[in-house]
């Protein structure tokens, strides 16, 4: 029980003391959840492969906000988790269209995903509408790089239908037209976040 009071990497520490610690240290009940917001400047591309490697068979929920460390040749393994739930990569500055691919195609499961303050494309876009068909929220928040015809993706993919919470708070690269695109594309939507928006 002690060890739940420990961050990730204290964690993994302690399960080189001995076999015994090394055999507590890897009950699924301490890797379902991963926060590594609380070391985000010890956060490695090689701590976040490994982790989604290793636990990828019980891990529901991963926070990697503002670990800007972590590169999209990293994120690609989280696509290895597929009992993951939710997922936040606020803050990651580069993710990218494959990241996304990998990630939809393995973590068909995916209810949450927060990609807000990240710089990405239309492509990034294109992806969520392809694979994401679970998804119920998602934060894409304070995000320039993408453009209405990326938000086209919302109404003519198979995938975001079920959203019924997203946050666009900050996009001011939405139009009008986008936003009939996210109207007509998620008709579940209950909760439609528009902060900072001129």
């Known amino acids: 029980r002690i060890f739940t009071f420990l961050d990730v990497l204290d964690r993994l520490n302690c399960s080189l003391v001995c076999r015994s610690w090394k055999i507590m240290v890897q009950d699924r009940s301490l890797w379902t959840q991963i926060d ?72 068909k499961n995916l209810l949450y995903l927060n990609i807000s303050s990240s710089n990405f494309d239309d492509g990034v876009l294109r992806m969520l509408a392809r694979h994401y068909v679970n998804i119920q ?38 139009t009008h037209e986008g936003m009939r695109y996210i109207a007509r594309g998620c008709p579940l939507l209950s909760s439609l976040k528009l902060d900072k928006l001129t």
């Open 36 to 107: 590594l917001q609380q070391i985000k400047e010890r956060t490695t591309d090689r701590l976040v492969a490994n982790l989604a490697h290793k636990f990828r068979s019980f891990l529901c929920n991963l926070n990697l906000r503002s670990c800007i460390r972590v590169t999209p040749s990293a994120l690609r393994y989280i696509g290895e988790c597929r009992n993951l739930q939710e997922l936040s990569l606020a803050g990651i500055k580069h993710i990218t269209a494959d990241v996304v691919n990998d990630i939809g195609v393995g973590c």
């Open 137 to 174: 929220y998602l934060s894409i928040a304070n995000c320039v790089g993408f453009t209405t015809a990326g938000v086209y993706y919302f109404m003519v993919g198979k995938g975001l239908h079920k959203l019924s919470h997203l946050d666009i708070s900050g996009c001011h690269q939405i």
